[in-house]
């Protein structure tokens, strides 16, 4: 039962709320809730490790966390160290991403640079929450720099979902550049103040940069495909929802529209029903990687099911047609896969991601939003002449099936919130 606090209650808890709300309960493992006196453990050990139909585990999605970590999942207000790993095509691990003023950058860490080893580290995240976290590692600014070492302590971070807009000419084209990381709670007043400066601005594209995106919040993907569709997507079907068979009535009522005035507020400058500003947009282009993920897949399947035009550079996404709505109980956040979304021609079956239009490497070397960075020039070209680049740069480095191993400790990427619904739905 829900606020018994002993190791057994939580157990219980987690059995109990499972069994009802996750989307596969008939393949939840049988575990004793006196197997162990870890909730996590607990929460880990019943949920299906059923492979899909494309061999790879049903339920890679599903997790646990303290509350507070859920908290700075969804608000991006962290105690951390600012800087984002991801793998590039040799699995090497590089610096995608730093937050302005963190530890990282005063420690002139930048997008490119390359982690050799990890010394110490007391605590098992890149995450950690935690004011008195430090991590010492061997670094360079570039694969070729020399080996320097960095030791970083943990500080408030807030992150930013839309942290660079930028106008590009793509052969007299106007081009908006938007880089969107993350559907939190700050990223629809965002968004909404970066498409009015587009269209302010009459631009004929934009390319969409999701390549980081793990997902969020619903209602801020519905907000900015809308925006990118136009008033005569309006009422069409965003995304359907289909919960388990227990929930029949939540699937009858789960059918989110293309809206043209805010519909949930992130704060009061943009409140419930402002007008959106709208782009009416034929074709979109979208940046995507294995790290585009869950809501940043519901935008480009959402506006594919309406026929508008989704150009995708970069490589296939995630693969996460499911979500959850968060659940707290003993200062624990469960997030249990409760949901697979659709679009309004009932597609939704893409848990081997999305394909790219045009296959192309992340290029670690530029800046985001450098019209020369690969993946946005594979964009302003197509936008060109319609045609991917003859060279994507995927051929130029040796692609590795797995990350290069780094010795030392082993510290956890960024959790990533996926397609996550507000309480009040």
Known sequence: MAGICTPTGQNQFVQSYLNEAYLWYPELKRVSVTSTTDVSKYFYSVLTDAPDRFGKPKDRFSFIVPVATADAISTGAN???????????????????????????????????????????????????????????????????????????????????????????????KVGYLLFTDHSKLAQDKLIDAVSSMRANGINDLVLDLRYNGGGYLYVAMSMASMIAGPS????????????????????????????????????????????????????????????????????????????????????????????????????????????????????????????????ADDFSRPLGDPAERMLAAALQHIQTGACPATTGLGTERVRSAPVEVPGPQLADKPSAGRLLMPAY
């Open 233 to 360: 997507a309006e009422g069409k079907v965003f995304e359907r929802l289909q919960f388990n068979d227990k929930r029949s009535a939540e699937t009858a009522q789960s059918t989110f529209p293309f809206v043209t005035k805010v519909l949930v507020a992130d704060s009061a400058r943009h409140p419930e029903g402002e007008p959106l500003p709208m782009l009416s947009l034929p074709r979109v282009y979208v940046l995507t990687t294995s790290s585009s993920c869950s809501a940043s897949e519901s935008i480009i399947n959402a506006l594919q099911g309406i026929d508008v035009q989704v150009v995708t550079i970069g490589a296939a996404t995630c693969g996460k047609p499911y979500g959850f709505a968060r659940k707290d109980n003993c200062g624990m956040a469960l997030y249990p896969i409760e949901f697979q979304g659709t679009n309004a021609k009932g597609f939704g079956d893409y848990a081997n991601g999305l394909p790219a239009t045009c296959s192309v």
């Open 79 to 173: 105690v951390g160290y600012g800087m984002e790993w991801k793998d590039d095509a040799s699995g090497a691990k590089r610096v995608a991403m730093v937050t302005p003023n963190s530890p990282a950058a005063q420690a002139g860490m930048a997008r490119g640079g390359a982690l050799v080893k990890i010394t110490t580290a007391t605590n098992n995240s890149w995450y950690p929450n935690d004011p008195n976290a430090t991590v010492t590692f061997s670094y360079r600014d570039t694969p070729s720099s020399p080996v320097r070492e960095i030791t970083l302590k943990a500080a408030p971070i807030q992150d930013d979902p839309v942290p660079t807009t930028r106008m590009l000419d793509a052969g007299g084209r």
